[in-house]
């Protein structure tokens, strides 16, 4: 989907949408994992995601999953392929959304239901998928932060705790 007016959306997709334009290595080069420090933005931490990417074929495996993705429920576990947690049908919502920002070298963003599994008291999310690139061109890992809603009056559980 494309960006909306950076103004509509939640603060933190802003925050992540606004330190990836800035870590753009020159014009028209998209950052890579080189480029970010994770202590520049400590704010996302807990709502960021990565996948790396594996083409031919089109593969996705989480290197990271920060701590609000997993008290929502995300069933991806870190060093893990996507194939190898979610069925076909999940798999083909995701390609459908990141797909395009492979192609384009350009984030997407998306609000409403979740596509992939999560607890039932996840109402909606919010969610940015930005292109990462250690050659500047060549999309090989994508940078999501997701912000949750939840079932009015219910909290996640405090993870380790």
């Not at 603060?11 to 334009?21: C, D, F, G, S, Y």
């Not at 069933?75 to 194939?83: I, N, P, Q, T, Y």
Request: charged share 20%; glycine share 8%; hydrophobic share 40%.
């Amino acid at each position: 989907m494309p960006l909306p007016d950076i103004n509509a959306m939640h603060p933190q997709i802003q925050l992540a949408l606004e330190h990836w334009r800035r870590m753009a290595p020159g014009k028209g080069l998209l950052p890579g994992r080189q480029h970010f420090d994770p202590i520049d933005v400590p704010r996302l931490l807990p709502n960021l995601w990565m996948l790396d990417v594996q083409r031919e074929p089109l593969r996705f495996r989480c290197r990271l999953l920060g701590t609000h993705v997993q008290q929502a429920g995300a069933k991806a576990r870190v060093g893990l392929w996507l194939d190898e947690t979610y069925d076909a049908e999940t798999l083909e919502k995701v390609l459908d959304f990141l797909a395009p920002l492979i192609e384009r070298g350009e984030p997407n963003w998306r609000k409403g239901t979740p596509v992939l599994p999560h607890l039932r008291q996840v109402q909606s999310l919010e969610v940015i998928a930005l292109p990462m690139a250690s050659n500047g061109s060549d999309v090989d890992l994508i940078l999501n932060v997701t912000v949750f809603s939840w079932e009015s009056g219910w909290k996640p559980r405090v993870l380790g705790g």
